[in-house]
C-alpha cells in the first residue's frame, strides 16, 4: 500500500500562486507514476498533470499548460504542483494519486489517492 497525504491548498486571488504538495509513504518502491487531479463542485474529477517517477517524464492537461508545473524530490517521497496565474476555474479540490504501472491521465490508471486539498480562487 501506498498512502498519500495532500498539503498547500487555500485562498488566492486570481492571478496569483500556490503549491501543493503531496508526501507519500509505505511502498513507494512501487510507483510507477505520479499525478494530481481535481474536481469541482457538480464535475467530475478531471486530469490536471502527471510525472513518471524513475524518469521524470510529465504531461499536463491543456487547461493548465503554461501555468502549472508538476514535479518531484523521489529523495523525499514527495510531489510537487506549482500553480501560476492561477483563475477562478481552477476552483477546486485537488487529489494527488500515485500509480504502479500505467502512465495515463485516467483516473484508472492510478491505484492510491490522497483525501484531497482545496483550492479556491477568487476573482
Known amino acids: 500500500q501506498v498512502q498519500l497525504v495532500e498539503s498547500g491548498g487555500g485562498l488566492v486571488q486570481a492571478g496569483g500562486s500556490l503549491r501543493l504538495s503531496c508526501a507519500a509513504s509505505?511502498?513507494?518502491?512501487?510507483?510507477?507514476?505520479m499525478g494530481w487531479f481535481r474536481q469541482a463542485p457538480g464535475k467530475e474529477r478531471e486530469f490536471v498533470a502527471r510525472?513518471?517517477?524513475?524518469?521524470?517524464?510529465?504531461n499536463y492537461a491543456d487547461s493548465v499548460k503554461g501555468r502549472f508545473t508538476i514535479s518531484s524530490d523521489n529523495a523525499k517521497n514527495t510531489l510537487f504542483l506549482q500553480m501560476n496565474s492561477l483563475k477562478p476555474e481552477d476552483t477546486a479540490v485537488y487529489y494527488c494519486?500515485?500509480?504502479?504501472?500505467?502512465?495515463?491521465?485516467?483516473?484508472?490508471?492510478?491505484?492510491?489517492w490522497g483525501q484531497g486539498t482545496q483550492v479556491t480562487v477568487s476573482s
Open positions: 494519486a500515485a500509480g504502479r504501472s500505467k502512465w495515463g491521465a485516467d483516473i484508472r490508471s492510478y491505484e492510491y
Open positions: 509505505g511502498r513507494t518502491f512501487s510507483i510507477y507514476a
Open positions: 510525472i513518471s517517477w524513475s524518469g521524470g517524464n510529465t
